[in-house]
């Protein structure tokens, strides 16, 4: 009984170092909100409090008639599209995103797949999804980068969603701008050669999940779909961090 007492007492001080450690390095190195740059308490993550609560989340009931379903109408046939929040100019969620692809903020990454996964749950329309793929991009830019701002975000989507996760599915090679004046092709047809599929496996029956960043046009996801349509007898939906408004 007094062992347990003490076993007990010896974690509430491990946890009371750890807070006060946690504490002191908050008051010397502060954690700053991603979006807002205000700093952050010891029990925020990434995100202010206010910040969570102010950005700008798509929250739509509907997966098969939506802002993305809208802009890719007619290109690609989706089973579901969604996204967890509204990109504009100079929005909280710009600022976001701004910080994963060109600030070095790859834990962002992680931080949305799980809240968008969490969220998707909580969709009546929601149903298992078999494979999820990150849109790929090209190695100099993840040489760049030092990793590719999507691949987190899938990670933690498919592990909240609980199916597989495979970047071995599409392949990104690269188009110089020289080329494409050269041949004077739309900007939508140098995206979609800019994608390959690189798999001989079949997806019989399975429900294929691409998923991006950001969706402004919809070029980079439509050239995508135009290679997993290759597929024989696959469903196809879209995930998004972020749609443009
Ligand atoms: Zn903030």
């Known amino acids: 009984?007094?062992?347990?007492?003490?076993?007990?007492?010896?974690?509430?001080?491990?946890?009371?170092?750890?807070?006060?450690?946690?504490?002191?390095?908050?008051?010397l190195f502060p954690q700053i909100c991603m979006s807002c740059e205000s700093a952050l308490h010891t029990r925020e993550d990434l995100l202010c409090t206010k910040?969570?609560?102010?950005?700008?989340?798509?929250?739509?009931?509907?997966?098969q008639d939506n802002l993305i379903t809208d802009r890719l109408k007619g290109r690609v046939h989706l089973a579901y599209a969604d996204a967890l929040l509204y990109f504009e100019k100079g929005n909280k969620t710009q600022k976001l995103i701004h910080?994963?692809?060109?600030?070095?903020?790859?834990?962002?990454?992680?931080?949305?797949?799980?809240w968008h996964g969490e969220n998707l749950k909580q969709k009546a329309w929601f149903q298992n999804f078999d494979v999820i793929i990150p849109v790929p991009i090209h190695a100099r830019r993840r040489r760049q980068r030092g990793y590719n701002q999507v691949e987190d975000y899938a990670k933690a989507l498919s592990q909240v969603l609980n199916c597989e996760y495979n970047d071995n599915i599409l392949y990104r090679h690269h188009y110089s701008r020289t080329q494409v004046f050269k041949n004077r092709i739309?900007?939508?047809?140098?995206?979609?050669?800019?994608?390959?599929?690189?798999?001989?496996?079949?997806?019989?029956?399975?429900?294929?999940?691409?998923?991006?960043?950001?969706?402004?046009t919809g070029a980079t996801a439509e050239?995508?779909?135009?290679?997993?349509?290759?597929l024989k007898n696959v469903k196809l939906s879209l995930l998004t961090m972020a749609v443009a408004a």
Not at 2 to 15: E, F, V
Not at 188 to 216: M, P, R, Y
């Open 1 to 27: 009984m007094i062992q347990k007492h003490n076993n007990a007492l010896k974690t509430t001080l491990k946890d009371f170092n750890f807070m006060l450690f946690k504490g002191l390095i908050d008051l």
């Open 99 to 114: 910080q994963l692809k060109y600030k070095q903020q790859k834990q962002i990454s992680r931080y949305l797949g799980l």
């Open 186 to 216: 739309s900007r939508t047809e140098v995206i979609e050669h800019n994608f390959k599929l690189k798999t001989n496996q079949s997806f019989d029956g399975k429900h294929l999940v691409l998923v991006d960043d950001l969706i402004t």
């Open 51 to 63: 910040c969570r609560f102010d950005i700008p989340t798509c929250d739509w009931k509907d997966a």
């Open 223 to 230: 050239a995508c779909f135009i290679q997993l349509s290759k």
